[in-house]
Nanobody, 124 residues
Framework: QVQLVESGGGLVQPGGSLRLSCAAS????????MNWIRQRPGKALEWVAA????????YYVDAVKGRFTISRDNTENTLYLQMNDVKSEDTSKYYC?????????????????WGPGTQVTVSS
């Protein structure tokens, strides 16, 4: 069974930084894309970033390009999201999720196993 456990969220001031982590188990980590997806209260899931199986290629939604960096450690089955210069609109619960290829839309928490997420709140 897929298990994903996100951590590292918290309260951060605008312009600050935060590093999220995702511990993955129950599947072959290094044969899957990994993604960060976020959800604001009452809003739909928003895909944020993805990284290929080997970590060589990364993809981002326009709103976070140049500020967020996705990375992975295949020896530790761990995914990361370095968030710099955060803005109030980054306030969300952040989830990690595996995928077989790049999907920038169509994410649905009713499909597959999801972790509890980690809350990021950007506020002064």
């Amino acid at each position: 069974q897929v298990q994903l456990v996100e951590s590292g969220g918290g309260l951060v001031q605008p312009g600050g930084s935060l590093r999220l982590s995702c511990a993955a188990s129950g599947f072959t980590f290094n044969t899957h894309y990994m993604n960060w997806i976020r959800q604001r209260p009452g809003k739909a899931l928003e895909w944020v970033a993805a990284i290929t199986e080997d970590g060589h290629d990364t993809y981002y939604v326009d709103a976070v390009k140049g500020r967020f960096t996705i990375s992975r450690d295949n020896t530790e089955n761990t995914l990361y999201l370095q968030m710099n210069d955060v803005k109030s609109e980054d306030t969300s619960k952040y989830y990690c999720k595996e995928s077989s290829r790049l999907f920038t839309t169509g994410w649905d928490k009713r499909l597959g196993d999801w972790g509890p997420g980690t809350q990021v709140t950007v506020s002064s």
